[in-house]
């Protein structure tokens, strides 16, 4: 699991004093008034930036960091990413779970057939759609329409049947139409 979740992304500066738009990757982006640091993904490593004020603009955050005071010294972080340690991560309620969690888990059918591996969580709107690559010992791969053998997953209770964190495999029920009929 990953030591650092995401929780958004540096948009664009905001102003000549340093101040920066943040795309929220979050589902509250109320959370941003409750952080004191996140971590910038600068490359090779993080950097820790103390938050010192948040404003909201639109669906957009602003932020301005302790030691960041022009334009100069944030513009080259531009699209790179902010994070926050587990510890200070909102809790999930029961069968949430962090995107950066779900990908690279196992997927299997609710008879135990291997189905592939978790791509991607699309964020809908409606509600999280799974993007699963069908393995190529699967014996759905030749059942998947198109060419990339990719599947999407509705992430609705009458679809993801149980996720097992620690043996890190998602059961599902393969609802109709989701694959071609073997018959």
């Known amino acids: ?3 650092l979740l995401q929780v958004g992304a540096i948009a664009t500066t905001h102003g000549v004093q340093g101040e920066v ?3 929220p990757m979050t589902d509250d982006v109320n959370r941003f ?3 004191k640091k996140v971590f910038l993904d600068i490359g090779e490593e993080y950097k820790e930036l103390e938050i010192l004020q948040v404003k909201f603009f639109k669906k957009m955050v602003i932020l301005k960091f302790k030691g960041i005071d022009n334009i100069n010294d944030i513009e080259k972080y531009r699209g790179k990413g902010l994070f926050v340690t587990r510890e200070q991560a909102v809790k999930c309620e029961k069968d949430e779970y962090f ?3 779900l990908i690279g888990i196992e997927v299997r059918t609710e008879e135990g057939e291997l189905l592939g591996e978790m791509k991607d969580v699309l964020l809908t709107g409606a509600n999280d759609v799974y993007l699963v690559e069908i393995a190529k010992d699967s014996p759905y791969v ?3 329409p198109g060419k ?3 599947l999407l997953l509705p992430a609705v209770h009458e679809c ?3 996720v097992d964190m620690e043996e890190r495999v998602m059961h599902i029920h393969l609802m109709p139409g ?3 009929d073997s018959t």
């Open 1 to 3: 699991m990953e030591d």
């Open 21 to 23: 738009k943040v795309f």
């Open 33 to 35: 008034k409750k952080l």
């Open 99 to 101: 995107i950066a969690d």
């Open 142 to 144: 030749d059942r998947v």
């Open 148 to 150: 990339k053998r990719e």
């Open 160 to 162: 993801i049947r149980r």
């Open 178 to 180: 989701l694959v071609e």
